[in-house]
């Protein structure tokens, strides 16, 4: 505890750049006043994300050793972990991701910290992963969730994939809806800078692995319609390669990237179709977001995505790599202007759901609950 009385809470995470898990992190440590956190994060990070914590009196630490399915690191991350928090008095560790939830849940064992809680962010198992990868993961995920008090899920289905997996127990699973801030998307003025004409199809991604940025150029290849811009938003390992791909398909009068924006608000106002084709996702805020915005949304039928998008009412679930059933769905909705507006607005109804503040709540619930088993 401090001595204002807080409950002093370790928030871990593998990468703190710019993204859905970083930012759902961001928003509960930023909004759950009542608790004195410090963020400890591994080598990939984005300065700005630091700053903006620090500006608000959060304390960060970088763990260099901590790196993204880095075998060779692993054991020393988890050494370094060990020594810091022998150093400080934690109420509360809280890891996020797999490599920091793996490291961080077997330090926090070694030095008896009670009170362990993970987030799932995403399900790290996926068939376009290689399988001895997959078995690896599973084993370390067993493992560290006999060392973890509470694991925190985006969305049932992900617990139910992880029990089924033989990852923890029922008892240890709660579902935490990704909530974010409805009233910045709901009341934005479209951005005027977006390249292309309307109807605009938008994608809002890192460019990494995993977010399907060919099922989506395959799926516009096959397109045929007069007038549609898609817009690829985000930066990212793929920027090249994916660049490539939309000149090498002769698409580069459809389709754009943009690179990273902070204004995501004003360009899901300026757009009309939210895509999101990815192999493995939990539960997207993006997709929330759109879904506040009044965009009908086309994603795949996997993870936490089926509790955010009721297919055929606010949008469409197409099955991972299906490039040909995006094409249908998307040509389906570019010519009807009547069915976008309509799945627009479910999708707004249905996006109360996800609001930060239902977030901020269950995740006060939990972490109260936790303290007052063990001060019993």
Known sequence: MTTDGRPRVFQFITRLLKGGAEDHLIDTVLDLEEYDFTVGHGASYDQKQIDRLQRNGVETEEFPLVRHYNAVTAIPAVVSVIRYLRQHDFDIVHTNSTEAG????????????????????GVPFADDRNAILNRFVLACERAAAHRTDRIITNADIMADKYLKRGIGTPQQYTTIYSGIHLDRFRDADPANDLPGTRPRVVMISRLADGKGFDVLLEAVEAIDAEELSVCLVGDGPLYDSVRTSIERRGLSNRVFLTGYREDVPRILAASDVLVLPSFREGTPRVITEAMASGLPVIATDIAGIPEQVA????GYLIPPGDAHALADRLSELLSDPELREQMGRHGADQAQRFSVEAMRAATDELYSDLLSSSDG
């Open 311 to 314: 297919d055929g009412e606010s």
């Open 102 to 121: 793996i490291i961080g849940r077997f330090a926090a064992a070694t030095v008896g910290s009670s009170n362990v809680v993970h987030t799932v962010h």
